[in-house]
Every structure is written in structure tokens, then in C-alpha cells.
């Protein structure tokens, strides 16, 4: 039997406002057909000397540790791995 698919869609954020203060929304995170974003994309101003951060957090602001100073592309990578990872721990399926 074949597992259920799930599907993750990345978005430009809407006009809500951020809920984790100071942070700029970019990215508004989907899963599956559910019309609320799961999580958003934000831009972390960063402290003096010290490079930008992207992080994902949840709608309701909680923090899930999911963090990069290296690229957007880099932190989507990582939220992808953050709900798919039972699908890819065996190496036999892809997400």
C-alpha cells in the first residue's frame, strides 16, 4: 500500500502581519489542501556585524528551530526535510 501524499507549497506572504516582532514575512508555508499557511519565512534583522538570518516559524509564532544564514533557498530545503522526513530516512523514497 502506497503512503498518502502530502503536498508543500511555497508562497509570497500575504499582508498579514508578522507575528514574531521585528521580523519581516517573505514566505508563507502550506500543507496539503489546508487554506491556513502551517509556518511562514521570515527575515530576522541581523545584530551588528553579523550576517542576515532566515528562520521558519509557525503561524501561531513558535519557533521550530529551522534557521540559515545562507540562503532562503537553504532554510526551504531544511522546512521540506522538516515534514517529509519519515518519507526520506529510508532513502527509498523521494518528497
Not at 519581516?24 to 511562514?40: C, E, I, S, W, Y
Not at 521540506?80 to 529510508?90: I, S, V, W
Request: with cysteine.
Amino acid at each position: 500500500m502506497n503512503p498518502p501524499s502530502s503536498v508543500l507549497r511555497f508562497r509570497p506572504a500575504g499582508s498579514d502581519a508578522c507575528t514574531l516582532p521585528g521580523a519581516q514575512r517573505l514566505t508563507d508555508v502550506f500543507l496539503n489542501a489546508d487554506p491556513k499557511p502551517a509556518g511562514h519565512v521570515v527575515l530576522l534583522p541581523p545584530e551588528a556585524g553579523a550576517p542576515a538570518r532566515w528562520a521558519y516559524v509557525l503561524s501561531d509564532g513558535r519557533a521550530t528551530g529551522l534557521q540559515s544564514i545562507h540562503s532562503r533557498q537553504d532554510l526551504e530545503e531544511g522546512i521540506r526535510e522538516f515534514y517529509f522526513q519519515e518519507l526520506t530516512a529510508d532513502g527509498l523514497q523521494s518528497a
